[in-house]
């Protein structure tokens, strides 16, 4: 899933339609962007400003967007806006004397860092949950008799939801299952991170995988490379995983 927003991604940095869409999709975003903006504004004496009382509001704005509507994406889209809003940050920065925008920014630098620590922990409580369900999956498979690691096939993923209005206002009763419906889709239904995650989480003790088997798929490795890697493993289980990477997770 992952890989394929990354590869559906490459042109978004020049297209300005979809990269509003991306800050409608995580609002907490065009927060963190206005407020990065706000003191070169004031500093550049520039006609639109934003006064004291409206980056109070713009901050409780944004710190609920952070909470209630940060995802695994949020991060990563975050990469399509964020050049256009610095490089327009810095040159008002510029524009503005330095030790006026220095004053100015304390303000809006300190909402800033609210807003994106708030959405660090709303993060971080999405990944301790996804932890705990990916843990009650690889108990039993865990406690099989197996040589580590022992290598599971599980059944296709369920698509992660699409984003209604419900997930971007308040994500935590979007879905009868918070942490089935949305956290594990989210973040367990990548076809190719999902084995390579249980691995490490199981201290090398289990895998559960989907088989890469879409027409066009990305695979992680080339298998050449796995070869090598086959040829002076670090231990037995190093390279039991391996084969399996041979085996369905390379490409010749």
Same mark, same amino acid.
């Given at each position: 899933?992952?890989?394929?927003?990354?590869?559906?991604?490459?042109?978004?940095?020049?297209?300005?339609? +979809? =990269?509003?869409?991306?800050? #409608?999709?995580?609002? $907490? %975003? &065009? !927060?963190?962007?206005? *407020?990065? /903006? @706000?003191?070169?504004?004031?500093?550049?004496?520039?006609?639109?400003?934003?006064?004291?009382?409206?980056?109070?509001?713009?901050?409780?704005?944004?710190?609920?967007?952070?909470?209630?509507?940060?995802?695994?994406?949020? +991060? =990563?889209?975050?990469?399509? #806006?964020?050049?256009? $809003? %610095? &490089? !327009?940050?810095?040159? *008002?920065? /510029? @524009?503005?004397?330095?030790?006026?925008?220095?004053?100015?920014?304390?303000?809006?630098?300190?909402?800033?860092?609210?807003?994106?620590?708030?959405?660090?922990?709303?993060?971080?409580?999405?990944?301790?949950?996804?932890?705990?369900?990916?843990?009650?999956?690889?108990?039993?498979?865990?406690?099989?008799?197996?040589?580590?690691?022992?290598?599971?096939?599980?059944?296709?993923?369920?698509?992660?939801?699409?984003?209604?209005?419900?997930?971007?206002?308040?994500?935590?009763?979007?879905?009868?299952?918070?942490?089935?419906?949305?956290?594990?889709?989210?973040?367990?239904?990548?076809?190719?991170?999902?084995?390579?995650?249980?691995?490490?989480?199981?201290?090398?003790?289990?895998?559960?995988?989907?088989?890469?088997?879409?027409?066009?798929?990305?695979?992680?490795?080339?298998?050449?490379?796995?070869?090598?890697?086959?040829?002076?493993?670090?231990?037995?289980?190093?390279?039991?995983?391996?084969?399996?990477?041979?085996?369905?997770?390379?490409?010749?």
């Amino acid at each position: 899933m992952l890989a394929g927003q990354h590869a559906g991604g490459k042109y978004n940095y020049v297209d300005p339609l +979809w =990269i509003l869409g991306t800050l #409608s999709f995580f609002p $907490a %975003l &065009a !927060v963190l962007w206005l *407020l990065l /903006l @706000a003191p070169g504004l004031e500093g550049a004496a520039l006609r639109w400003r934003l006064p004291m009382p409206a980056l109070l509001v713009l901050g409780a704005i944004g710190l609920w967007f952070a909470f209630n509507g940060t995802n695994i994406l949020m +991060w =990563i889209f975050a990469r399509q #806006s964020a050049p256009y $809003a %610095l &490089a !327009v940050a810095l040159c *008002l920065a /510029l @524009a503005s004397p330095a030790s006026h925008w220095l004053t100015l920014a304390r303000g809006p630098l300190m909402i800033f860092a609210a807003v994106v620590m708030t959405a660090a922990v709303s993060y971080a409580i999405d990944l301790s949950l996804f932890g705990r369900a990916a843990d009650a999956r690889l108990a039993p498979v865990i406690a099989e008799a197996a040589p580590p690691p022992n290598v599971v096939a599980i059944d296709q993923p369920v698509e992660s939801m699409q984003r209604v209005p419900a997930m971007v206002y308040f994500k935590w009763t979007a879905a009868a299952d918070y942490v089935r419906d949305i956290v594990f889709p989210d973040y367990g239904g990548g076809r190719m991170t999902f084995a390579f995650y249980t691995f490490f989480r199981s201290n090398r003790r289990a895998v559960l995988y989907r088989s890469l088997d879409r027409p066009g798929e990305w695979v992680p490795f080339e298998c050449a490379a796995v070869d090598r890697a086959l040829n002076d493993p670090h231990d037995a289980i190093d390279a039991r995983m391996l084969r399996f990477i041979r085996g369905r997770y390379c490409a010749r």
